[in-house]
C-alpha cells in the first residue's frame, strides 16, 4: 500500500479547517515532517486514509514560548510551562535558548536524532504520535513529566483541547491516546514558578540546583535506533540530597516508562557509588525489554544497569 489510494491532498493554514477534515467521515492521514509517514507507506505498513491532510502550513501549531500560569500558584491556575507546538523540528528544539534554558535535556536528545537533513523536517508531533518505545524526544519529555494538548472540533466549531500527561498518552508500541478526529497540539513541560524552590531542568546540570542527563544508546552518535534510551532529572540540595528524581527508560518496554523502584532508591539521599549501583540494579530489574533486530533483552538490562550507573556516577562526582 502507498499514497496511491490518496484521492485528495489539502494544506489548511487554519487549525479549525484542519479539525474539521479530520472528522469528516473516512477522517483524514495527518502528514507533518512525512519521515515516518513517507517510509511506513512505501513499506505497505501504512493503510493511509483517502484524504492527505498537511498540516504543516498551520501557524498555531508551531512556535515555542513560555507560559508563566496565571498564578504563582499551580493549584490556583495552570502551571507555568514551556508550550512547545507540535510542529517544532528537531533543530529547532535543538537551537531555541527558550528551549535550552528551560529543558536542556530535551534539547540534547535533539542532538542526537537522526542526521541534519531529517531533524530540518521531523517534527515533535510526529515523534510523539509515532509512538515508537525508542523515539528520541519521549524518554526525556517523561522525565520532564510533561502533559500532551489535544485538540478537536467541537459540535459548535470551537477547537477543543485536553491535556494527558505525556506517560497516559502511550498505549502501546505504535499507539497512543489519540481520537482520531484530534491533533496533538502542543507539548508543555512544566517549568518552577518564580520563587519556587525546585527548578525543572534549569542550569548546567551539574553541581547544585537541577542535574539531568540522557543517554541514547546505539553504535553510532547519530543516525541509529537506539537499543535503549535513558533520561534523568533531579534536583539536588546544598545539602547534597536528591529530590524529584526521574528516570525514564526507552525502548525496553512497550512504551516509554519511569524506572519508579530506581527513583525511590535514590529519591532523599545523597548519591554515592553504592547507592548509584544499587540504583541502576533496580532499573534493570524493573525494565521489560524484548529481543529483537536491535538487541537482545539480555544486552539491554546490561545497557540500562551500565549506562544508569555511569550516568549517576557522573553526577556523583559534577
Ligand atoms: C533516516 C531516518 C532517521 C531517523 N532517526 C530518528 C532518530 O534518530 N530518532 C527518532 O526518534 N526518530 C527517528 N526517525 C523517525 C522520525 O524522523 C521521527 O519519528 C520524526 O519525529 C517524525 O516526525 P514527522 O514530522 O516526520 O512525522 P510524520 O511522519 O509526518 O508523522 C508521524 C506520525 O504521526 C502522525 N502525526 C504527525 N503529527 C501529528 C499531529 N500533530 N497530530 C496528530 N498526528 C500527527 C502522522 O499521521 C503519522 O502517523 C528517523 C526517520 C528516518 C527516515
Not at 508563566?68 to 502551571?79: K, L, T, W
Not at 524484548?290 to 562526582?317: F, P
Request: glycine share 10%; proline share 6%; hydrophobic share 45%.
Amino acid at each position: 500500500m502507498t499514497f496511491e489510494a490518496v484521492d485528495r491532498y489539502v494544506a489548511p493554514t487554519q487549525l479549525r479547517q484542519a479539525l474539521a477534515l479530520l472528522a469528516q467521515p473516512g477522517g483524514a492521514t495527518v502528514l507533518a515532517g512525512g519521515t515516518d509517514l513517507m517510509p511506513q507507506a512505501q513499506a505497505g505498513r501504512l493503510k493511509p486514509a483517502r484524504t492527505l491532510l498537511n498540516i504543516r502550513r498551520i501557524a498555531e501549531l508551531d512556535g515555542v514560548r513560555l507560559d508563566e500560569g496565571s498564578e504563582r500558584n499551580p493549584a490556583h491556575g495552570p502551571a507555568p510551562a514551556l508550550v512547545l507546538g507540535a510542529l517544532v523540528t528537531m533543530t529547532r528544539l535543538r537551537r531555541d535558548p527558550l528551549v535550552r534554558a528551560h529543558a536542556p535535556l530535551l534539547a540534547e536528545a535533539a542532538e542526537h536524532f537522526a542526521s541534519e537533513q531529517i531533524r530540518n523536517t521531523a517534527t515533535l508531533g510526529g515523534n510523539l504520535c509515532n509512538a515508537s518505545p525508542a523515539g528520541d524526544t519521549l524518554t526525556p519529555l517523561l522525565a520532564l513529566d510533561a502533559e500532551v494538548e489535544l485538540v478537536r472540533l467541537a459540535d459548535d466549531g470551537t477547537v477543543l483541547a485536553r491535556r494527558l500527561p505525556i506517560g497516559a498518552f502511550f498505549t502501546g508500541p505504535g499507539r497512543a491516546a489519540r481520537g482520531a478526529d484530534e491533533l496533538l497540539g502542543a507539548v508543555r513541560v512544566p517549568v518552577a514558578a518564580p520563587g519556587a524552590v525546585i527548578r525543572i531542568a534549569v542550569g548546567t546540570g551539574t553541581g547544585t540546583g537541577t542535574v539531568w542527563r540522557f543517554h541514547k544508546g546505539g553504535t553510532r552518535p547519530a543516525l541509529d535506533i537506539s537499543p535503549i534510551a535513558i533520561a534523568l532529572v533531579a534536583a539536588r540540595g546544598a545539602d547534597g540530597l536528591l529530590g524529584g528524581v526521574r528516570i525514564a527508560l526507552g525502548a525496553v518496554a512497550p512504551t516509554p516508562m519511569r524506572a519508579q523502584r530506581a527513583e525511590a532508591l535514590l529519591e532523599g539521599r545523597r548519591l554515592d557509588a553504592g547507592l548509584a549501583a544499587a540504583a541502576a540494579e533496580a532499573a534493570a530489574a524493573e525494565c521489560r525489554p524484548i529481543d529483537d533486530v536491535r538487541a537482545s533483552a539480555w544486552y539491554r538490562r546490561e545497557l540500562v544497569r551500565n549506562m544508569l550507573q555511569r550516568m549517576l556516577d557522573d553526577v556523583a562526582q559534577a
